[in-house]
């Protein structure tokens, strides 16, 4: 943004506070012009009477010290109000040569302002947060965008490897062909769904409207019913009414998620999913348990990672896209909501999404109108 050029901020405190010198020094001295104004006899006793000199005179022999003492007051002024300008804005300074290294360079920069507490160290303190808030995010996007690359280059040399094969070889079954390019390219939509999903939570844009969490995860159970009896988990579902204020189709994308990683990521036999809904104080609450094999507990947190497949615990036929969880962590965040992973002691996972009620979302900000 372009602006005119003007004074500093360290010239302009130090104009301020020789300027108010100035004026504490005229006043003083116009009260004692007034003073010496008024004077005009000094009385003794009745036996001695001195004429003292009159009030004019005195300002004229007075009016060259005092202007001598206004040229000292002002360069006193201008230099201790330099000086004590430019201590003040020393922590300024700081934060401004931090900002400027964050822009150009790297963003690891941080102040680390030393000192008791006081507007400038809040300052200081808020920026460095900032920063490295804002550096973990980068990291993030950066380490994102290299698997998203990476996962949508897999299918397409695959496509590529399939073609050439065909190529060379004219007389090859080409009904095997398309059936595994097809297979491919499915899962290429998938990623690509799934990108587009989790990017549509991370931005908040989407319609938001009273829902109950509990029917969602009623509908989620039963659409993901027959590929639990496949796999042989005995899938269950129980909890009460959970109303809460968001997107239905993004918080049922949400529930189908946590519902078909329970299935997938379980026992090979005689596996178990249990999904319950439920209300504590102002806050609805999603679980969904599953049995399995244990789990490290410094494991469980990089699950919610995009393309952390948690390829110990998956069976080789439904590898996904690793961007299950992530996507929840979004929906459930972009709903002011939280996502908990905990390891079962008897193994399996216990995930829990706590979402704001309704009625705590309307006293907390008011009535809620749907936003596009």
Known sequence: ???????????????????????????????????????????????????????????????????????????????????????????????????????????????????????????????????????????????????????????????????????????????ELVERIAQVNTRAIDLIEALLM????????????????????????????PLAEKRGVVLEAAGDITPTFGSPALLLQMTTNLVHNAIVHNLPARGTVRVTTGVQAETVVLTVENSGDKLAPELVPTFTEPFQRGTERIHTDHAGVGLGLAIVKSIAQAHSGTLTLDPRPTGGLRVTVRLPTASARTTASGPVSPTP
């Open 1 to 175: 943004m372009d602006r005119a050029p003007g004074l500093s901020v360290r010239l302009k405190l130090t104009l301020s506070y020789a300027a108010f010198l100035m004026v504490a020094g005229a006043l003083l001295l116009t009260a004692v012009g007034v003073f010496l104004m008024g004077y005009q006899r000094i009385g003794f006793p009745p036996t001695a009477v001195v004429i003292a000199p009159s009030g004019r005179t005195l300002i004229r022999a007075f009016a060259p010290t005092a202007a001598v003492l206004l040229v000292l007051l002002l360069a006193f002024g201008l230099v201790g109000g330099w000086i004590l300008a430019g201590r003040m804005l020393a922590p300024l300074t700081r934060i401004t040569d931090a900002a400027r290294t964050a822009s150009t360079a790297s963003l690891s920069h941080r102040i680390q302002l030393e000192g008791s507490n006081d507007e400038f160290r809040e300052l200081a303190d808020v920026f460095d947060t900032m920063l490295a808030r804002l550096e973990a995010h980068v990291a993030e996007q950066r380490r994102f965008a290299a698997n998203a690359s990476h996962e949508l280059r897999t299918p397409l040399a695959i496509t590529r490897a399939l073609l050439d094969v065909a190529r060379n070889d004219p007389d090859h079954d080409t009904g």
């Open 198 to 225: 989790l990017s549509r939570a991370d931005r908040g844009s989407f319609t938001r409207e009273p829902v109950d969490l509990s029917l969602l995860a009623e509908e989620a159970t039963e659409t993901l019913l």
